[in-house]
């Protein structure tokens, strides 16, 4: 489910039919009252993006239809969105076809403070305290909610235990650890770590954060400009000078072909790809947080996921925040099928996640305790402005392209305006 991954599938019982909003985003959609021949008197529109896995929007569909049964006030029309959903969204709460009910990856509090959508706190109740801290603190802007988490994505590193147990090698627990790991296993044409096309992914993040240093501070202070996350960026360049890493191939990070090909021994990635790795492997695979930088330092995986949020500037907001009161807070049962039906993802209710059995044991449960112990989440300032500005200068530090001190630097004066424009001062 992550938000890379946009293949379109279509089968079971969805017809559906065309529509065209905001003037050029083309999306595929279904109501629960087609014909508006029920008693509903609301129509809510509900995005979702295009999730990869299969099955996963005949899945919403089907919630939709439990949801106006329950209420049968209140149809549902599901519209699936594919290609670049970020923009798509974003273009569209500019007009009056703005959804009622979206779900955002990586939470921007910038939507909060504009007063695009509405608070949720009322919806939680008594389950508030169900909810794991990542998943409250990720929707969380001045003290009020404004989203639920659907799933947690909980990303880290896979490797293929024959590969480093035939070379020698522990798995790492430090980034020297992995460094050397990677140089090890790069042999002639074959490289030992693929992190991304790019040859960063998400490893300039964690590198700060593997150091003891921070992207952004609650108050909004960029924090990526420090010298700690200065020394990891520059050691993070290490792989690349090593060239142990493995660039340009055929599907990025989010898919594990690159490790169940054999065509690397470690890879970065996420949960959703444990299904794939294990049916391609069996046992044959681990898992870990990023390493540790160095003295200080703590290891990291990222926790990413999906939240639904309501349109506070939409004229169905009571009925809006019914839904997504009834889908992501009162059923368990759908929370846990979403999570863990279609790929594999963490149910952010702890006691949902506790009883979803594929969960349980194996790496998919030391996944799970890895994002208990070492999960940390982009900060809600952590906008597409302010990660091109880092990305930027963090692909520029680790391909040896200028000075990493200025390079940062300059970064970091440039994200902080767009900070301060987010927060209006």
């Known amino acids: 489910m992550s938000a890379r991954r946009f293949e379109l599938s279509r089968r079971g ?15 595929t959609a279904c109501s629960t009252d087609p014909d508006g021949s029920s008693s509903a008197g609301t129509t809510l529109n509900v995005w979702y993006h295009a999730y990869g896995e299969a099955g996963a929007q005949q899945a919403v569909l089907r919630y939709a239809k439990e949801f106006t049964k329950a209420n049968p006030d209140v149809a549902v029309k599901v519209t699936w969105v594919p290609g670049d959903y970020a923009g798509k969204l974003n273009a569209t709460l500019l007009t009056d076809a703005a959804p009622d009910v979206f779900e955002i990856g990586d939470f921007s509090e910038s939507l909060a403070r504009r007063g695009q959508i509405a608070a949720l706190d009322e919806l939680y109740g008594d389950a508030r305290s169900d909810f794991n801290t990542n998943a409250i603190e990720s929707v969380t802007v001045d003290g009020k909610l404004y989203g639920v988490k659907m799933v947690d994505d909980v990303m880290m590193l896979y490797y293929r235990k024959s590969a480093l147990a035939k ?17 090890a296993l790069s ?56 060239k142990s890493l493995l660039l340009g191939f055929t599907t990025d990070w989010w898919d594990p072909s690159a490790l169940t090909q054999g065509v690397v021994p470690m890879q970065w990635s996420g949960l959703w790809a444990m299904p794939a790795v294990s049916s ?57 099928d979403f999570g863990g039906s ?34 940390k989440h ?19 530090i680790v391909g040896g392209h200028g000075d990493p001190a200025a390079l940062l630097a300059a970064a970091a004066e440039k994200a902080q305006h767009e900070i301060d424009k987010q927060l209006g001062r």
Request: aromatic share 8%.
């Open 167 to 183: 070379a020698g090698i522990n798995p790492p627990t430090t980034f020297d650890e992995l460094a050397a790991a990677a140089k």
């Open 342 to 375: 279609y790929g594999l993802h963490v149910p952010p209710r702890t006691s949902v996640a506790a009883t979803a059995k594929k969960l349980a044991t194996g790496p998919a449960k030391e996944a799970v305790g890895l994002a208990s112990k070492y999960g």
């Open 280 to 336: 391609a492997l069996g046992d044959d695979f681990g898992v870990l947080p990023w390493p540790a930088f160095g003295a200080g330092g703590t290891r990291a995986v990222r926790v990413g996921g999906w939240s639904s949020c309501v349109n506070a500037k939409g004229g169905k907001v009571a009925a809006a925040k019914k839904f997504v009161q009834w889908l992501w807070i009162r059923q368990s049962g759908l929370q846990q």
């Open 187 to 242: 042999t002639g044409k074959s490289k030992g770590l693929f992190l991304g096309n790019d040859g960063v992914g998400d490893s300039a993040i964690l590198s700060v954060w593997s150091n003891g240093g921070d992207l952004v501070s609650p108050d909004g202070k960029v924090e990526f400009g420090s010298d700690r996350a200065l020394e990891a960026l520059k050691g993070l360049k290490r792989l690349h000078d090593d």
């Open 13 to 27: 019982f969805l017809t559906g039919s065309l529509l065209i909003t905001a003037g050029t985003v083309l999306t």
């Open 378 to 396: 982009n900060p809600g300032t952590w906008d597409t402005a302010v990660s091109s500005v880092f990305n930027g200068a963090a692909a520029k």
